[in-house]
């Protein structure tokens, strides 16, 4: 090695022939060769049809509602933001005579299999679920997935419309973005590249169902308050943890609207 000297750009610029080299080795070895290269960029397939609907917050549930009665044979996967909102949507919809199921981190393993089952044997129609739905769940027959809540990080949407539309099978996304919501949208249609179209309905039609939805929402609070929301388990020092959660959930979705949405009205 005495007199030589190490030329990193030279050994770049060697290195630099490798691809050439292998590329030319297939050619001279295969035959018919197919090449198989993962997505540089988060897309969706191309059997999933993405809309979204812009909505007021207070009538969220209505156009879930709507929805999920518009496609009451299919099944289908609604992702909320927290495990307190899929056990009150859950009791919401059942009020309604829908069959939900809420499935979510906070359930032991027992329960969350035992959701699981129910809804791949089409016992249940409706799975309401937090993202630990969104990736790892063996579900292959699902037609449509609803996102109540927008995502706060644009990937978990990838995600979430990843569990509808597999296997070459044709599949619906929705998602319901009101006026806290938009910026987060916007980060959505940004990393998939393309602008989704509108959801079709009419809000007449769906505020017809204003008032039973209404109804619904209010003996389901009453019935999470007065079970303590998860199964009547309270903290330590006696405080309620299902009306703390129940509180919370709602409280949040009070927040004040974004600076981006207020200065595009």
């Not at 030589?4 to 490798?18: G, H, I, N, Q, R």
């Not at 030319?24 to 897309?43: F, G, T, W």
């Not at 959930?249 to 200065?263: A, C, E, G, I, Q």
Request: aromatic share 8%; charged share 30%; net charge positive.
């Amino acid at each position: 090695m005495t007199g030589t000297s190490f030329d990193p750009y030279l050994k770049l610029k060697e290195l630099s022939w490798v691809p050439f080299l292998v590329s030319k080795l297939q050619r001279a070895c295969l035959k018919n060769p197919v090449k198989i290269e993962a997505a540089s960029k988060y897309s969706t397939v191309d059997t999933l049809k993405q809309q979204y609907r812009f909505i007021p917050a207070k009538y969220k549930e209505c156009y879930l509602v709507h929805i999920l009665t518009e496609m009451s044979e299919h099944s289908t996967m609604v992702f909320t933001r927290t495990c307190e909102a899929t056990r009150l949507l859950a009791l919401i919809l059942q009020n309604l005579g829908l069959k939900a199921i809420p499935i979510s981190g906070q359930m032991s393993q027992d329960k969350r299999n035992g959701a699981l089952s129910r809804f791949k044997a089409r016992e249940r129609s409706i799975l309401v679920c937090t993202d630990v739905a969104s990736r790892g769940l063996d579900i292959t027959l699902v037609d449509m997935v609803i996102n109540y809540d927008i995502p706060t990080n644009s990937k978990d949407y990838i995600h979430r419309v990843g569990r509808t539309a597999r296997a070459g099978r044709f599949g619906v996304a929705v998602s319901l973005v009101n006026q806290y919501e938009l910026e987060w949208y916007m980060q959505i249609e940004k990393l998939i590249g393309k602008k989704l179209p509108e959801y079709p309905c009419q809000e007449d039609e769906v505020l017809r169902s204003l008032e039973n939805v209404t109804e619904a929402k209010r003996l389901a609070l009453m019935k999470l308050k007065e079970g303590g929301g998860s199964g009547g388990r309270k903290r330590k020092g006696g405080a309620d943890d299902g009306n703390e959660q129940v509180d919370r959930y709602l409280t949040s979705k009070k927040s004040k609207p974004s600076k981006k949405f207020r200065n595009n009205k």
